[in-house]
């Protein structure tokens, strides 16, 4: 036996009703008040909430399941009929509620399911909160839950406990008196029904139950026919050994009782006679009163201990509907009154505002004629205290510091520090890189607060200090709407949370991800069962502030579908819409709520399926993907830290170099953000953290590349490499494939016996980069003569079909940005001169020679870059963001060109052996006037 210190160690006690006990193992429905249950539930909800371990389990994973998937846990003691009022036995069982079955009127049924025995330590006073109601008790108790590796082979006393809870079994069921010839008929009624005789029979075979387990199943099963103290002692047996041995002795108690009890029902004249007789007589009456009470909770019968004299058997005699003693429904009716007096007083102290109070009053009037059984009432109770949570005119300014979730920052409180200064500071102690976002951001920060002093000196001044007790009127001003766009994993979450930081304030996230429902933005009315306010006004209530910074996210996954469930996007304009959001109209709050000082960060993944006015209304700011070299910072000081610290090992203790971060991130992620390479961080984490905790001696602390592979297996992903040596007819291309990784990619092209000089292709492209070949054919086809293909002007092209091919066939590939490379390996072809492997080449052509500019430079570059590149030729009109985007590091290792044509993309990606070779094919001279007609552009490159 292991004794589990109760991990629940706080919680609510549910008095189980005369003479019902639930033992562990045993699932047991209880009938219930429906407010009290309610009452039990919020407070079983409460404390789990509130406490930080794990439930008493024995489920492994118990401590990694959020809390809110927890389950909810009370405390079962069995109340005796006698037991006076705040009379706590010592032992009771954890219960796990399964269902709550609601029934006709106001009764419930909590279907329960024990988990442990449970020994009540104390009474504990409950934590002073509103969700707590009065009449429930908290106490702290220790749990005892019964060893997995419990015996379970076979002993003496196992044997003869499941004899005797056989033989129990038989008499319970009717089944030993049909054996016998029953004398009659009423003995032999069946007390169990014959399908639970079967399946208790198998579990009693059934050699894989721990004894003290099964113990406690024949009691919970067959405790009926036990005396109740009997059942109650028995949950105080935490030792499995003494238990068996202690059910064989009640189990055969209760054969005795039981057979009595057939014998009184048959009227068959027995020994049990004179004080014997009328004792099992009392306790059987006892027993139906407390079943009767049992289906009525409020009511209470007892019966006269007194034995042998005259006085009446029953102390309250039952006749006609049960009907609460008086003093009971008026400690209810107390009870619901207090509630509503409470209520009263927190809608008076919440400074709600003007439409808020009429409609809180009236609320309340009709919550004060509501009787107390009234479904109707916790349906305004839950009104009104969302009423009472929402902000209103609260500002962070209102609040000591410790009252609102403000996130916490890595860096320390400076005094005096300017709002600027301090956004700076946090955003690039929390985040590497992301340059151009933290400046974008402290930008706006600056605007903000220069906006601040601005309206702060416009607002008239107020009159007379003293007289004002409640902070200075709000200023109002209108910040832009930033939106975040980038790939997943950039950062955009986390570094909203840091501006938050920045400015002091509360952070709300609100997932628009999957919203199809205009509801769940805007709330349900009231009408509906189970309405709650929508995402919104729900995240407003969360911050507590009317000022607090709000993060929209995933406004591109947004629904903007229409028909009966509303348009969400639409809901979403009004939000955003600084001349509306003043008073938003949330249908379940009913009353406008001003989200004018909200400050509304969103984030996308793209830009395309975010609606035109809803982009309208906000200020894009584009977050890319990181290059490899970031990856690797990050993960430096941000990512491998955290996870050595969140695996419980010191920072001295495992220590991975840059080479073999890089290593992790282009062998085992692609990706444009740090997610995955956290998850493999993690997973390497964890698996040096287990070397270390087996202690062997051979633990060593820094983690190389083989390590990596031995933990994360063989390398899942393998990047492009450009060849050793050029070959005619193949060039290098730049490819972005869209999630933030870029590289390099080979196109190769070879001539195949004369056909109709046609382009076939094979690579899995797709229909974009299907034109783009065709295009750069036909380029190539045109200038034919100039670039000496043909001998003459007259001459025919070459029917010779070509064949082009992209490896890695499988990955599908398109996009018009190879047209220029497309080009290069054309040319290189028809004349035989080689490129250099070590010059990759992107841009797109048109029909008349010219390079427009393509997308993905900075993850193109950088790709390359990485894979070996030397040179690239880039469109002129990309220069910008190659300047913009892509590291200085980078760009003081590669030469770049830029071209604005397709002779200038030759001239840079061949350099003057195309010229040599056009002015050497034809002779000298012709080569000469051939290449002025080409006017390639070799002397500026
Ligand atoms: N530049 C960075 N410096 C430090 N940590 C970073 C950086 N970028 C991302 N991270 C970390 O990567 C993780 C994922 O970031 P986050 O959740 O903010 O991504 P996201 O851009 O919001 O993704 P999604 O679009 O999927 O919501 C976080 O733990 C974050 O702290």
Redesign the pocket.
Known sequence: MTDTDGAYSRIPVLELPYPLVLHPGLVLSVPLKQQYTLSLLKAAMHERNSSSQGAPQSDSDAAVTPVANRPLMLACVPRGVNSSEGEMPEWGCVGRVIRLVNQPGSDTRLVLSGVGRARIEALVEPQPTRALPAHINIVRIKTYIDNASAPIADNAAASEMRTVARQLLDILTGEEYQANGARSAVAALPLLPPSFSRRFKSVLRAKDVAHGALADVAMGALGGACAWEDRVMHLSLTEPNARVTVTTRVLERGIQRARAMREVAAAVPSSMQGPNAEALIRAQIQSLLAQVAAIHPTMRVMINEQRGDSSPLVRRTISGPPAPPPNEQEAENDEDADEVSELAERIEKADLSEDARRISQRELKRLRRLPPQAMERSVIIHYLETLCEMPWGKTTADFPPNELSIPESLAADIPNEELVARAQRILDA?????EKLKRRLVEYLAVLQLRRSQVEAEQPKSDGGESSARSPAPVRYRAPILLLV?P????????ARSLAAALRRPFVRVSLGGVRDEAEIRGHRRTYVGAMPGMIADGLRRAKTSDCVMLL??VDKLSSGSGVHGDPSAAMLEVLDPEQNGAFKDHYIQVPIDLSRVLFVA?A?SLDTISAPLLDRTEVVD?AGYTYDEKVA?ARR??LPKQVREQGLKQEELSMADDVLLFVATNYTREA???TM?RRIADIVRAKAVEYAARDGKYVSRVTSADVERILGPPMYESEVPDAQGVPGVSTGLAYQGSGIGGILHIETALLPPGNAELRHTGSLGEVISESAELAFAWVKSHAFALGITHTREEPFPQNDVHLHLPMGAVPKDGPSAGVALTCALVSLYLGVPLDPHVAITGEVTLRGHVSPVGGIKEKIVGAHRAGITKVVLPARNKKDYDADVPESVRKELKAVFVSTVLEALGAAFGVELEERISTLHGSLEGHRRLQELELPISRL
């Not at 929390?430 to 992301?434: Q, V």
């Not at 997943?488 to 570094?495: A, L």
């Open positions: 929390d985040h590497y890189g992301l980038g997943p994993g950039t950062g955009k979450t986390s570094i996210d995933e984030t993944n977050v990050i941000h990512l953000g740090v997610r956290e």
